[in-house]
């Protein structure tokens, strides 16, 4: 399922309008969003204009839950809470950036903030309230919503020893060899890659003392780091995400 679309200078916001549309089958994305509408803070004034443009009605609860979707970012620590290296405990990292209505989820380091504001400026808070320096990686709250739906793992079970995860990039990249690829390639794998979109590499992996070793394979096929989420962690931030829908 295709969600939202690219246009130079418009890319972002034709995306949270293609979400839009994912939560609103009728609604038809026209031209969008106008030239002067380019900053986060006009973005409220924007979804005002897209529901009357639309006649979709306007709605307080839609609109803050667009905005915020709009705005919200996903943060993953790398190699944080690791085979008792580099502790700390989440949950009170997240009450300490309360101004900025973080939201905790598991352990591992993985944040949804819902009113980030700068990123810059949000990223060295981070860094300033951990003990230990850390490696982060942020991506859009938009861009992990398509990612419930567009998944290359099927309906079908796997076994209890194969476990679906999703490697998020510090930055977008590309890989020249055909997947899906396992390492080790010989023999039984351990780690398979089975697809990727932009900052999302999709895979699996077996439960092993020596599948941490091939993950960190990862980083070099596709050219930058990476740092893994179990699959049910990324649709738990998705719920989040989601959720802003009925509780603005």
Same mark, same amino acid.
Request: hydrophobic residues 40%.
């Given at each position: 399922? !295709?969600?939202?679309?690219? !246009?130079?200078? /418009?890319?972002?916001?034709?995306?949270?309008?293609? +979400?839009?549309?994912?939560?609103?089958?009728?609604?038809?994305?026209?031209?969008?969003? =106008? @030239?002067?509408? @380019?900053?986060?803070?006009?973005?409220?004034? $924007?979804?005002?204009?897209?529901?009357?443009?639309?006649?979709?009605? &306007?709605?307080?609860?839609?609109?803050?839950? #667009?905005?915020? %979707?709009?705005?919200?970012?996903?943060?993953?620590?790398?190699?944080?809470?690791?085979?008792?290296?580099?502790?700390?405990? =989440?949950?009170?990292?997240?009450?300490? $950036?309360?101004?900025?209505?973080?939201?905790?989820?598991?352990?591992?380091?993985?944040?949804?903030?819902?009113? =980030?504001?700068?990123?810059? @400026?949000? !990223?060295?808070?981070?860094?300033?309230? %951990?003990?230990?320096?850390?490696?982060?990686?942020?991506?859009?709250?938009?861009?992990?919503?398509?990612?419930?739906?567009?998944?290359?793992?099927? *309906?079908? =079970?796997?076994?209890?020893?194969?476990?679906?995860?999703?490697?998020? $990039?510090?930055?977008?990249?590309?890989?020249?060899?055909?997947?899906?690829?396992?390492?080790?390639?010989?023999?039984?794998? %351990?780690?398979?890659? #089975?697809?990727?979109?932009?900052?999302?590499? /999709?895979?699996? &992996?077996?439960?092993?003392?020596?599948?941490?070793?091939? %993950?960190?394979?990862?980083?070099? #096929?596709?050219?930058?780091?990476?740092? +893994?989420?179990?699959?049910?962690?990324?649709? *738990?931030?998705? !719920?989040? $995400?989601?959720?802003?829908?009925? +509780?603005?």
């Amino acid at each position: 399922m !295709r969600i939202g679309g690219r !246009r130079r200078g /418009f890319c972002p916001d034709h995306r949270v309008l293609g +979400t839009w549309r994912w939560f609103h089958p009728n609604f038809r994305i026209a031209d969008y969003p =106008p @030239k002067n509408a @380019k900053t986060r803070s006009q973005y409220p004034q $924007l979804v005002i204009q897209i529901c009357a443009d639309a006649n979709v009605g &306007y709605s307080s609860d839609l609109a803050s839950f #667009l905005a915020i %979707l709009c705005m919200a970012l996903v943060v993953f620590l790398r190699g944080v809470n690791v085979g008792g290296h580099r502790r700390f405990r =989440p949950s009170i990292v997240a009450r300490e $950036l309360g101004d900025y209505d973080v939201v905790n989820v598991g352990a591992a380091g993985t944040f949804v903030v819902r009113k =980030p504001g700068s990123r810059a @400026k949000f !990223r060295n808070v981070l860094l300033a309230k %951990l003990p230990f320096q850390a490696e982060v990686v942020l991506c859009d709250g938009r861009d992990l919503i398509p990612l419930e739906n567009a998944s290359p793992f099927g *309906a079908d =079970p796997y076994s209890p020893d194969v476990v679906r995860f999703v490697s998020i $990039l510090s930055k977008a990249g590309e890989v020249r060899a055909s997947l899906p690829i396992a390492f080790p390639s010989n023999g039984e794998w %351990l780690v398979r890659v #089975l697809a990727s979109k932009g900052q999302f590499v /999709f895979g699996v &992996y077996r439960r092993h003392m020596r599948t941490i070793t091939y %993950l960190g394979q990862i980083d070099k #096929l596709y050219g930058a780091p990476a740092t +893994t989420r179990n699959w049910n962690t990324i649709l *738990a931030i998705v !719920r989040i $995400l989601k959720r802003q829908r009925n +509780t603005r």
